[in-house]
């Protein structure tokens, strides 16, 4: 036990640490963990330098007659996964199949022309779980408590 506290109270005195947002350190950061990663892990260094290794934005919009925002999609495509951020829509068009054709053409744009076999999203219990299990999402991980009293659900689906 002593050698541990004495280990902790040496490397407290090697570091000084500090807290707040820092952009410069923060992208300095992600490019060491990416260079450690791409180190250690195969399938990684062979996707460097390759186009899946981007992340490319995939944004579906949909717009009622007058050009107001009704529903939309964002999300991106990474290697062969379409990842959905945010699904949204309008109260007034909600039950009209538009967050279908929406999800449809979003997984569409990512099979045909970018290439992608898989989708995964995050939703929370209040939202939109049951609408996507209907299109074929499978629960691969819930979170209950996140946040406290909300439960969230990884939800991925096989494309194509």
Known sequence: MQNWLASAF???RMFRIE???D???RDLLRRRLLDTNTAASPVLRALR???GERELPLHVWALDSTGALAGGLVGHTWTT???VTYLWVDDSHRG???????LTEAEHMAT??????????ETWDFQA???????????????PDYPPGITEYTLTKRLG
């Open 10 to 12: 040496m490397v407290s």
């Open 19 to 21: 807290t707040g947002d």
């Open 23 to 25: 952009r410069e350190r």
């Open 49 to 51: 330098g390759t186009p």
């Open 81 to 83: 996964w379409l990842h």
């Open 96 to 102: 009209s199949g538009l967050g279908s054709r929406l």
């Open 112 to 121: 045909a022309e970018r290439g992608c076999r898989n989708a995964r999203l």
């Open 129 to 143: 779980p049951g609408f996507y299990k209907k299109r074929g999402y499978e629960v691969v991980c819930v979170i």
